[in-house]
């Protein structure tokens, strides 16, 4: 079965390939913005335009216009291609990709950048691969407190800079690959429906 893997939630933009547990193709670049203009012409270069059966896309938390960008390409090239959807957060895929390169943690935090000087916050233990918090959007301040002393993974001041990438999916528990193709936002929205 040929997966694709599609990562646009952070200034990353990541597209992996693979066939079976096999990597065939893999591009990842940190765009910061643009990954309109980046995601299909990347997938379009891979080996038969990165055709597959399935499609895992990250849902977030993360960049607004990102997340969206990912999601629509997802659902448009499994339209296209009768193929499966499917979502993971890039919470769980950095904490993933953290265990996997330091064996000797068992367990850390995750803290993306989110909007209005807020941090997107999730804890996560090693054996077994699990949450231990809820997402939660934080202040700086509140952040620190929730995480306490544990080590401190993704895209904030002080953290261990580490960004979602497309080719560490095989590393996510099947669980965690299987979210609904629909975006996390990781707080509520700024707009308010009138009463």
């Known amino acids: 079965m040929r997966i694709l893997a599609i990562d646009t939630a ?8 693979f066939d079976g547990d096999a990597l065939v193709a893999h591009a990842h670049e940190e765009v910061g913005r643009g990954h309109a203009e980046r995601l299909l012409p ?31 390409a997802a659902r448009a090239l499994g339209f296209a291609w009768k193929a499966e959807v499917r979502g993971y957060s890039s919470t769980a895929l950095i904490a993933a990709r953290a265990f996997a390169g330091d064996p000797a943690l068992t367990d850390l935090a995750v803290a993306l950048t989110g909007g209005h ?36 993974f993704g895209s904030v001041v002080d953290a261990q800079t580490l960004l979602p990438d497309a080719r560490a999916t095989p590393l996510l528990p099947a669980a965690f690959a299987r979210l609904a193709p629909s975006p996390i936002y990781g707080r509520a929205p700024d707009a308010k429906i009138p009463a």
Request: hydrophobic residues 50%.
């Open 42 to 72: 990347m997938i379009a270069e891979f080996p038969e335009r990165g055709r597959a059966d399935r499609i895992l896309v990250d849902c977030g938390p993360g960049s607004f216009t990102g997340v969206r960008v990912g999601l629509a």
């Open 117 to 152: 000087g807020e941090w997107f916050v999730q804890c996560f233990t090693a054996e077994p691969f699990a949450m231990t918090t809820e997402l939660a959007s934080l202040t700086p301040d509140a952040a620190h407190a929730a995480i306490g002393d544990r080590a401190l």
């Open 10 to 17: 952070t200034a990353a933009c990541s597209v992996a390939l």
